[in-house]
């Protein structure tokens, strides 16, 4: 049946061995369907079983559940087959009765929390005893689960309590409501029940995904939960044991963590309702990983005010000369501010010339601190708004300014750049004239001391016509270097072309990380050390053992000293004995 309706299965069709569903969304096209599958029945020369066939219907029995338009539910001849039965006398009857709602397991939320007064009696060992606990109702009103709309997202919601894991799998239908999709729950085992609250939420995670894998690798994931999970595991230091097994598994799948901030749905409102949170549970303040428990934006913004100016002077001779200045005025996220005054060795240049010069000198000042989030501002309308792509650049001794601010620019996290008025950019404009002090508001006063006089060429001279930012990135390492192959995957992402190599470089890659242009090796107490090349190796020998604190220590002592210190080569130990043996 698979082969011969393969191009419809899941579109048309649905089927199991040989039972089978025709489905259509509209009454109207359900007649152009069922011609398509008789189409097929006579290619194929099938026959059915009048007597066994229904046409036309809105809903029918298929595989054990009542299928219809509202979606999936239980049949109701099997539930009320469990709950007419009298209660378990035995453990056979008891598992009789396990059996029966392990088939209806998708359309119960907390299953197995439900169930756990009786479960207990199913240990080794325990005595059979059916109290008034094991005896609640809970399959009065069974729902209904909608199945998956393709092409828009799922929302996973999962819950841990003490002794057991919940999910629900949810999808917003087409006429926006919130359905549930499928109910997954599992008591917790051995070592589990000794997690930390966050790693419960973290297994709960990955029960759903290995769970319900087939579902969530088509669709787009929205993780709603009382903490975040991805975020534990992912920001861990090092990612060892069952951590690193769960990022892993978590990589397979476009998941996004959705803050609980309240209940919109009813799907959502009973899954919490059947993971309650303990009433003896304590309230602890001081957690460890408490920051996951929180969802905090925090953006750390720079200000930047710029200004140029251009005047004439006129001298005692009556000769007239031209002098030009910047003004750069730094304001840091906790309101210190950094003054920088510039003169210009290029007197000829024009105002808005100048004004490009304060604002890609200030750019340039920025991204000098590695500032990246930065707020520009400026009293220059032209300027503003050329570089904000609302005026053209029409003046040819504007264009190469124009290019260059535009390509700093580029370098920032984020960057935005506004006019403001000249009275509120004073500080910036009376650098830029090269007053002999600030405009400071009425009741301040400041004392302005000279540190140095700067005094630079045109911005455009540090950067050539011809310049191209970021064209060729070069790393320079000694020649048969060990730490070559490293630096090329964390870099480049090229792996050796040999694959016993290839091979062997993957095996080691997650012991290294690279971090300002430096390898680091993880040791097994989680330390970072320094990986160091053989000229720089022999230095730190060297100096370990006949330097200005060195004890002239034998070979392994010397190893372990480097090693306290935070470096690494591979061949240290036998290095440092090498060295030891020189020494008379």
């Not at 309230?283 to 005047?311: C, N």
């Not at 910047?326 to 105002?351: A, E, Q, W």
């Amino acid at each position: 049946m698979t082969t011969i309706f393969d191009d419809l299965l899941h579109n048309l069709v649905e089927c199991y061995i040989d039972d089978l569903v025709v489905k259509t969304k509209n009454r109207i096209d359900h007649l152009v369907d069922l011609r398509i599958v008789f189409d097929q029945f006579r290619k194929y020369q099938l026959k059915m079983n009048p007597l066994k066939c229904a046409f036309g219907v809105t809903s029918g029995k298929f595989l054990g559940f009542i299928v219809r338009y509202r979606g999936i539910e239980v049949d109701p001849d099997k539930i009320k087959a469990i709950i007419e039965m009298p209660h378990p006398k035995s453990l056979k009857q008891l598992r009789s009765l396990q059996g029966k709602l392990a088939y209806i397991r998708r359309f119960i939320s907390n299953l197995s929390g439900r169930i756990h007064p009786f479960s207990k009696l199913m240990k080794k060992g325990a005595a059979f005893n059916w109290d008034d606990s094991c005896q609640k109702p809970y399959l009065l009103n069974p729902p209904v689960l909608a199945a998956p709309i393709r092409g828009r997202p799922l929302i996973l919601y999962i819950a841990a309590t003490p002794s057991s894991l919940g999910a629900m799998l949810a999808q917003v239908n087409e006429e926006g409501k919130e359905v549930a999709c499928y109910y997954l729950s599992r008591v917790m085992i051995g070592a589990e029940n000794n997690y930390s609250p966050v790693e419960k939420l973290c297994l709960a995670l990955i029960f759903a995904l290995k769970w319900l894998r087939h579902y969530m690798l088509s669709h787009e994931i929205k993780l709603i939960a009382r903490a975040d999970p991805i975020k534990y595991v992912l920001n861990r230091p090092t990612l060892m044991g069952r951590v690193g097994k769960w990022a892993v598994l978590m990589m397979e799948f476009d998941i996004t963590y959705v803050p609980q901030r309240a209940i919109k749905g009813q799907a959502l409102a009973d899954f919490l309702a059947a993971h309650p949170v303990p009433d003896d549970s304590p309230l602890i303040t001081d957690l460890p990983d408490e920051e996951v428990m929180t969802v905090e934006k925090v953006t750390h913004y720079w200000q930047l005010y710029f200004d140029g100016a251009s005047r004439s002077i006129e001298s005692a001779e009556g000769s007239t000369r031209k002098k030009a200045g910047v003004g750069i005025v730094l304001v840091t996220p906790n309101k210190r501010v950094i003054y920088h005054s510039f003169s210009l060795m290029n007197p000829d240049c024009s105002n808005n010339e100048a004004e490009y010069e304060a604002l890609a000198f200030g750019l340039l000042t920025a991204l000098s601190m590695n500032i990246s989030h930065l707020q520009a501002f400026g009293d220059s309308q032209l300027v503003i708004r050329q570089v904000n792509g609302i005026y053209e650049v029409r003046k040819p001794e504007l264009t190469s300014y124009h290019s260059l601010v535009l390509s700093l620019m580029e370098k920032f996290t984020f960057i935005d750049i506004q006019h403001v008025r000249r009275r509120n950019n004073t500080q910036a404009d009376a650098l830029g004239k090269l007053v002999a002090a600030l405009s400071l508001p009425p009741d301040g006063v400041a004392e302005i001391r000279v540190e140095q006089r700067w005094l630079l060429p045109s911005v455009l001279e540090f950067f050539p016509s011809d310049y191209q930012d970021n064209v060729v990135t070069c790393t320079q390492v000694e020649v048969n270097d060990w730490r070559a192959p490293f630096i090329e995957y964390f870099k480049y992402g090229h792996l050796p072309e040999d694959r016993n190599k290839k091979i062997e470089l993957q095996r080691r890659l997650s012991q290294y990380t690279y971090h300002n242009d430096t390898l680091y090796k993880r040791t097994y107490d989680q330390m970072w050390l320094r990986c160091l090349s053989q000229t720089e190796a022999v230095n730190a020998i060297k100096e370990a053992h006949s330097g200005l604190c060195g004890a002239h220590q034998s070979g392994p002592k010397i190893a372990l000293r480097l090693k306290l210190t935070g470096y690494f080569w591979p061949t240290m130990v036998k290095d440092c004995m090498d060295y030891a043996k020189k020494c008379h």
